[in-house]
């Protein structure tokens, strides 16, 4: 949901409560015309660390998914 223009807080708390292991978290590179996905990008900051902070290990998808480059 952070294509709908949400804030770096809310877009965090979203990411951050539905987060679970083999989670693939997408966001959004890039809106619409008058689409703001400034609270993405502000946040992403946030979520990296406390990720981190948590143990979760970060990955690309095809190591995730076991797909060689």
Same mark, same amino acid.
């Given at each position: 949901? /952070?294509?709908? !223009?949400? +804030? =770096?807080?809310?877009? @965090? %708390?979203? $990411?951050? =409560?539905?987060?679970?292991? *083999? +989670?693939?978290?997408?966001?959004? =590179? @890039? !809106? !619409?015309? &008058?689409? /703001?996905? +400034? *609270? %993405? $990008? /502000? @946040?992403?900051? #946030?979520?990296? #660390? #406390?990720?981190?902070? /948590? &143990? $979760? #290990?970060?990955? %690309? $998808?095809?190591?995730?998914? !076991?797909? =060689?480059?």
């Amino acid at each position: 949901m /952070d294509w709908k !223009g949400l +804030s =770096a807080e809310q877009v @965090a %708390t979203n $990411v951050l =409560a539905h987060v679970r292991p *083999g +989670s693939i978290v997408l966001q959004h =590179a @890039a !809106g !619409g015309v &008058g689409e /703001d996905l +400034s *609270g %993405t $990008v /502000d @946040a992403l900051p #946030k979520i990296i #660390k #406390k990720l981190r902070e /948590d &143990g $979760v #290990k970060l990955v %690309t $998808v095809p190591e995730l998914l !076991g797909i =060689a480059p």
